[in-house]
């Protein structure tokens, strides 16, 4: 009896310890089957402050840069070379009345590795020249310095668009840089035409020691236009000429006879140009009869009186 009871507690017992097992078991691979599934990433939502999509201009704008000039070399290296900086008179296609005088002024910039010597000049090179001279003296410049250069004009007669470039040419004949211009609008004039002889009516002198000339007057009378010339002491007396003569900007008169501070006959002729600055600019041509004599040339500056 009791050894029956002994097999069933056993039995029972090792019933019991397989039935633990089991689910053990299962537990186990139950929890390897939930290991093994892969698990969903979590969603990432993102969020931009519209704020920052524009942000204050007044942040982001940068200042503004002042160019600083630097030399650069010519195409043909290290030489001469210029660059335009601004019209300082007469900006382009200005209006300007038939006739009239103006001076046109360039700013230029020396940009090149040498400056600019002495004999460096701007030369008029084509289109309409407007009663400006063949060339103007260029001022010497370092590099990187700046210079003006002026060139005085007439307006034509005529109305309508006019232009007129220029070149500044070194010494040795080379090109500094590009080239320039002067662009007018000739209009009408309104107002009343003032003969060109009123500008050589005055007075001139110098103190110039040894000047061929040192004093000239001028009157018009009856449409000749007579000067009166001295040197020093010595008396010229008239000379006269029409005074539509002046209609070019220029008085021509002719002297003959004995010359001052000479006893040979000669034929003087002289040219006479009132300047910007009111000099009276003389150009004179002497020329002896004897051919013993040597003629000559000469130029002379008086200032006005007064």
């Known amino acids: 009896m009791i050894k029956k009871f002994l097999s069933r507690k056993g039995f029972f017992f090792a019933l019991g310890s397989i039935l633990l097992a089991m689910i053990v078991f299962s537990a186990c691979n139950l929890g390897a089957v939930k290991q093994s599934q892969p698990t969903q990433a979590p969603t990432i939502t993102f969020f931009i402050d519209p704020t920052l999509l524009t942000p204050d201009s007044a942040a982001t704008e940068e200042p503004a840069e002042t160019a600083t000039p630097t030399i650069v070399a010519s195409p043909t290296g290290c030489g001469y070379w210029s660059e335009f900086v601004e019209d300082v008179t007469i900006p382009d296609k ?17 940009i090149g590795c040498l400056s600019w010597p002495y004999g460096t000049q701007l030369y008029f090179w084509g289109g309409d020249q407007l009663g400006g001279p063949d060339t103007v003296d260029v001022p010497s410049t370092s590099p990187l310095e700046t210079t003006d250069i002026t060139v005085e004009f007439t307006a034509p007669d005529e109305p309508g668009e006019y232009l007129g470039n220029w070149q500044i040419i070194a010494p040795d004949g080379s090109w500094v840089g590009p080239h320039m211009y002067v662009e007018i609008v000739v209009v009408p004039s309104t107002a009343t035409p003032v003969p ?55 008085i021509s008169l002719t002297w003959t006879g004995v010359g001052p501070g000479a006893n040979d006959e000669r034929t003087e002729t002289q040219q006479l140009k009132v300047l910007s600055d009111g000099r009276l600019q003389i150009t004179g041509q002497v020329d002896y009869d004897d051919s013993q004599e040597d003629d000559f040339t000469y130029t002379l500056y008086l200032d006005l009186e007064g």
């Open 196 to 250: 060109a002889w009123v500008d050589f009516i005055g007075a001139w002198s110098t103190d110039e020691e040894d000047a061929r000339v040192t004093r000239v007057t001028t009157r018009e009378e009856g449409g000749m236009f007579y000067a009166h010339l001295w040197t020093d002491s010595t008396d010229w007396g008239e000379a006269s000429s029409p005074s539509s003569d002046a209609d070019d900007g220029i």
């Open 94 to 110: 200005t209006e300007i009345p038939s006739g009239n005088t103006f001076e046109k002024t360039w700013r230029v910039r020396n």
